[in-house]
């Protein structure tokens, strides 16, 4: 059984960093693409960063150049760096895995249950 765990969440002030991870049990495909979203209250879900077993990165426009996405340990740590964090970054942060490329932030089969990260000005 596939399972998703994350971790780091929390408050910072504007212009603040935090670092998410998210560790995955229960995994062991080569060819696999992590991910993670956010879902900012009264909004709608969004896909921020995603990277795949060849190490293929893509990040939304929104977080390009502010936070990093990384993984560990096969592929069984993944990381999220948010730098220079702003009030609209202010979400419930998920983790999402599944055994494939990464397909512009598509169907993601395994899920974590989030992370809240609030930003204050």
């Known amino acids: 059984q596939v399972q998703l765990m994350e971790s780091g969440g929390g408050s910072v002030q504007t212009g603040g960093s935090l670092r998410l991870s998210c560790v995955v049990s229960?995994?062991?495909?080569?060819?696999?693409?992590m991910a993670w979203f956010r879902h900012p209250a009264g909004k709608e879900r969004e896909g921020i960063a995603e990277?795949?077993?060849?190490?293929?990165?893509n990040y939304a426009d929104s977080v390009k150049g502010r936070f990093t996405i990384s993984k560990a340990n096969g592929g069984n740590t993944l990381y999220l760096q948010m730098n220079n964090l702003k009030p609209e970054d202010t979400a419930m942060y998920y983790c999402?895995?599944?055994?494939?490329?990464?397909?512009?932030?598509?169907?993601?089969?395994?899920w974590g249950q989030g992370t809240q990260v609030t930003v204050s000005s």
């Open positions: 999402a895995s599944d055994h494939k490329y990464c397909e512009g932030f598509a169907d993601f089969r395994y």
């Open positions: 229960g995994y062991t495909y080569a060819k696999h693409c």
């Open positions: 990277i795949d077993s060849d190490g293929a990165i």
